[in-house]
């Protein structure tokens, strides 16, 4: 099936740092990734849709100026978290719409294996 | 707005089956997902069915949909202790960007032996 990278898996930073987290598609073209952020615990909640080539689309509540999003190519989404703070601790997880195995009506996402932040 | 609702946790003996459920609420959803996520990690496409389809099976995965009561249920046959993990139940819908998922919050699985 089709396999999604994410990097870093786990990252330690100082508040106050950005940091940026990548999610790469490695054997499909992704036109639209999805960028996640799970509490532990709890369900998935979806922070933004990023279209590549075009800007990222955020879901109510979540700060644009503080998670910047980049979909500069087919393959690779960036999710940037600016300026971190210890409530920004979470796990973050990605995932790519292959649409040529039923991405686009189907909606079939396949997901990285996520970045656990701590901020200090 | 869309929800979905799952029951936390179930716990069975290895060769057992596990049935576990799902309810929600968007009845224009057309398609609904099982997804696995083991410990630390992301989450795996286990199966997905069609709305206008009642079961679909998958060697060891049953998924039954009853549309009319907006219940999803996935059964696994001769659970194994690797079958332990976290199965989230989702639900496609449409939102400003296009189409999106909706999770539940998860049900933890546990197989003892």
Redesign the interface.
């Known amino acids: 099936?089709a396999v999604?990278s994410?990097h870093p898996s786990r990252v330690i930073c100082k508040s106050g740092t950005s940091v940026k987290i990548e999610c790469r598609s490695l054997d499909f073209q992704a036109t639209?990734m999805?960028w996640y952020r799970q509490f532990p615990?709890?369900?998935?909640m979806?922070m933004?849709?990023s279209?590549e080539g075009s800007k990222a689309?955020y879901?109510q509540g979540v700060e644009k100026d503080k998670f910047l999003i980049n979909h500069a190519s087919l393959t690779l989404s960036t999710l940037t978290v600016t300026s971190a703070h210890p409530e920004d601790s979470s796990f973050y997880?990605c995932?790519a719409r292959d649409p040529s195995s039923g991405g686009g009506?189907?909606?079939?996402?396949?997901?990285?294996?996520?970045t656990?932040l701590s901020v200090l | 707005g869309e929800d979905?609702e799952q029951s936390l946790f179930l716990s069975v003996r290895e060769g057992d089956s596990s049935v576990i459920n799902c309810t929600y609420t968007d009845s224009s959803s057309?398609?609904l997902y099982w997804?696995k996520q083991e410990p630390?990690?992301?989450?795996?496409?286990l199966t997905?069915i069609f709305s206008n389809m009642d079961m679909k099976q998958d060697q060891r995965l049953t998924v039954l949909l009853n549309k009319k009561d907006k219940h999803l249920s996935l059964r696994i046959a001769d659970t194994q202790t690797g079958d332990s993990a976290i199965y989230?139940c989702a639900e496609?819908f449409p939102?400003?960007?296009?189409?999106?998922?909706?999770?539940?919050?998860?049900t933890t699985l546990s197989v003892s032996s």
């Open positions: 099936g999604v994410q639209t999805f615990k709890q369900s998935l979806l933004a849709t279209n689309t879901e997880i995932s009506a189907k909606n079939i996402q396949y997901f990285g294996a996520g656990r | 979905v057309t398609y997804y630390g990690a992301g989450l795996q496409l997905y989230f496609s939102n400003q960007a296009g189409t999106a998922l909706i999770f539940g919050k998860g």
